[in-house]
C-alpha cells in the first residue's frame, strides 16, 4: 500500500500490543462500534444515504486480522528480500511492457519528469503490474482493521477517506477492492493517497487506478513529483566501499557529496571512479559491512515518501535500472 507502510517483506518482531487488540476486540462488539463510527462519519459529512450503501452487509474479516498480526520468525536480508523482489521473470515482463507502453510512458516523463523505468518498476512491485490488485471489499477490510485495534487510528482515517470516495461517486462499493490492508488498484494507494495522488490522466472524467493504465502511469508519477521527485537525476547507485576511510558514516541521516565519498575510498561497482557530479549522497550498507553498498540521491528519499522500507526503495531502484537496460 501507499503511505506508508514497510514493505510486505521487510518484517518486524511480534508487536506488544497484538494482546491489547484482542482484549479490545472482544470487549466491543463490532456493531456498536460501526454504530459510534457512522456517528463520527456523519459529523465529517459522509451522507446518510452513502454510509447505508457502503455498510450494507459488511462485517469484521478474520482473514484480515490474521494478516495484520501475521509475523515471521526472522527478518529477511536485504539480499533475500531482493531476490524475492527483482526476479528475472519480472524484469523481462518490466522490459516488454515498457516496449508495449512505450507511447504512453513518455507521454507521462514529458509532463512530469519522471522516467519510465521508475514508473515500470513501481508498478512492478506493486502489483505485478497489475495482476495483483487484492480482491477485498476495502470497507470491509478497514472497517475490520479501524475495529479491531492494533492500528485503529491509521485505518479508522483511512476508513474515512474510502467513505468519502464512494461520497464524490468516483467508485461504487463492490469496485473498490484491494489488499488486505485497503491499498487500491495497480498502484497500491491507501484510500488518502488516491484523494491526493490519483489523477485522470486519460482525460475521461475519472481517477481509474484499477482499469486505466493512464491513470495508472500518471498516478504513480504525480505522487513521486509531488514527494519531491528531481528531474533528471538517479536514485543512487551500487558501490564498491570495501576501503572507505572513515567509520561510521554509513546510513541516511547522513550526507556528503560524491567528490568526499571518493576521497574516503568509495568506488563505482566495476572499480572505476565515482562520476563528477554535484550530488549530496547518502551510503546505505543494508546487510551492514560485507553486503552490498549504494550510494542514495534525493531521489531515494523520494521513493521511501511512497514507503518507508529501505528494502523497497532499492528494489525499486535497482530494478529500474535493470528495466533501463532493454
Known sequence: MRVRRRASLTFLLASPFAACSRAWASETSFSAWLEAFMAEARAQGISAATLARAFSGVR???????????????????????????????IRQGRELGRIHRGLLERVRNRFGVPPPIVLALWGIESSYGARMGEYRVIDALATLAWEGRRADLFRKELLAALQILERGEREVEALRGSWAGAMGQCQFLPSSYLLYAIDFDGDGRRDIWDSLPDVFGSIAHYLVRAGWAPGERWGRPVRAERIVAPNLDGLERSSPLREWARRG????????????????????????????FLVYRNFRTLMAWNRSTYFALSVGLLADRLAEA
Do not use: H, M, N, W
Open 60 to 90: 469484521p474479516l478474520p482473514s484480515v486480522i490474521e494478516a495484520d498480526r501475521r509475523q515471521p520468525e526472522r527478518r529477511l536480508s536485504f539480499a533475500e528480500y531482493r531476490a524475492r523482489v527483482v526476479t528475472e521473470a519480472r
Open 266 to 293: 568509495v568506488r563505482a561497482l566495476d572499480g572505476g571512479p565515482l562520476p563528477a557530479l554535484e550530488l549530496e549522497a547518502s551510503l546505505v550498507r543494508p546487510d551492514g559491512d560485507g553486503g552490498p553498498a
